[in-house]
């Protein structure tokens, strides 16, 4: 079936420093997102972005943290600065439209901040 | 806000028996979509089975599960587990119709089937 790559995989990152999660979409899908895993809990969503917009954001996705797709390229997640509590496994999703279509996910990225 | 409850965090079977894991819902929506995704080892969390119509049976893979919007539920079920079942199965809910396709995660259930 249609995947979605995240590179990369593992990250760790020192407390303070910035930090861009690479997600590759389905070739043709239209609407990206963004969810958060702390270890033991439920993924949580974090964002979603249509047509260069972030459409709907939650409270978990604070100032610190931005998304973009420049070009057709990534659809990246950046966390400028990064802090403890940071530390998740982010997946990132894609759907081709926004109403009742599926969502595929990537393996996630799993962050520790130091 | 919308809620997903799985109320098994890990369900152990043997092969060959029935599998059940159990998932209710809360929304102030009145026609929410409900889903079914599973993770294997290693792999990214793959739909297993959706639905939004209120009391109709929806099936996929030897999996089925029934919207029940009177008890907001939306079980999964088998009916004879396999040891390929195994891996990690979560519920979700979209709540709204409109614009707003954010998905909302019960806590997971870990199913392992044991020989």
């Known amino acids: 079936g249609p995947k979605v790559l995240q590179i990369p995989s593992h990250q760790i990152i020192d407390m303070g420093q910035m930090v861009t999660l690479n997600c590759d979409p389905v070739s043709n899908h239209l609407y990206f997102y963004w969810y958060k895993q702390i270890l033991g809990q439920q993924m949580e969503f974090l964002v979603n972005?249509?047509?260069?917009?972030?459409?709907?954001k939650s409270k978990l996705f604070k100032d610190q943290f931005s998304v973009e797709r420049p070009d057709g390229s990534y659809f990246t997640l950046k966390i400028q600065p990064t802090a403890l509590e940071d530390s998740a496994v982010y997946f990132c999703?894609?759907?081709?439209?926004?109403?009742?279509?599926?969502?595929?996910f990537g393996p996630g990225t799993r962050l520790l901040v130091l | 806000g919308d809620s997903v409850t799985q109320t098994e965090g890990l369900v152990t079977l043997t092969e060959g028996l029935p599998v059940m894991l159990n998932c209710t819902y809360q929304?102030?929506?009145?026609?929410?979509?409900l889903f079914w995704y599973v993770q294997h080892l290693n792999e990214s969390p793959r739909l297993l089975l959706k639905?939004?119509?209120?009391?109709k049976r929806t099936e996929h893979q030897g999996f089925h599960a029934t919207l029940h919007k009177s008890s907001s539920s939306f079980h999964l079920q088998k009916s004879s587990a396999q040891l390929s079942d195994s891996a990690l199965y979560y519920c979700?809910?979209?709540?709204?119709?409109?614009?707003?396709?954010?998905?909302?995660f019960g806590q997971g259930t870990v199913l392992s089937v044991i020989p």
């Open positions: 972005f249509y047509n260069g917009k972030v459409m709907e």
């Open positions: 639905s939004f119509t209120d009391n």
């Open positions: 929304t102030i929506y009145s026609n929410p979509f």
């Open positions: 979700a809910l979209r709540g709204s119709t409109g614009g707003n396709n954010k998905l909302t």
């Open positions: 999703a894609s759907s081709l439209d926004g109403g009742q279509d599926t969502q595929y």
